[in-house]
C-alpha cells in the first residue's frame, strides 16, 4: 500500500512539472507572439517613415515624420 501510494506522489508530482513546463512554454508562445506583433508594426511605421520626405513641405507631414520617429 505504501509503495501505491509512493507511485501517485510520484505520478501527480510529475504531472505537475508538466504542467509547469506547459506553462512557460504557452508564456514562451504569447512573447513570441506579441514580439512578432510588434515586429510587424515596427515595419510599417518605417515603411510609412520613409515615405515622408526628410525636408517635409507641410507642416502635418513633418508632425506625423516626428510621431513616426518617436514610436519607432
Not at 54 to 72: C, F, S, V
Request: proline fraction near 1%; charged fraction near 40%; aromatic fraction near 2%.
Amino acid at each position: 500500500m505504501n509503495e501505491r501510494a509512493t507511485n501517485k506522489d510520484f505520478a501527480s508530482a510529475s504531472r505537475g512539472v508538466e504542467t509547469e513546463k506547459e506553462k512557460q512554454m504557452n508564456r514562451v508562445k504569447s512573447v513570441e507572439q506579441t514580439m512578432m506583433s510588434l515586429q510587424l508594426e515596427q515595419k510599417k511605421l518605417v515603411a510609412e517613415f520613409d515615405k515622408i520626405p526628410e525636408n517635409a513641405k507641410t507642416i502635418a507631414q513633418r508632425r506625423r515624420r516626428e510621431e513616426l520617429d518617436r514610436e519607432i
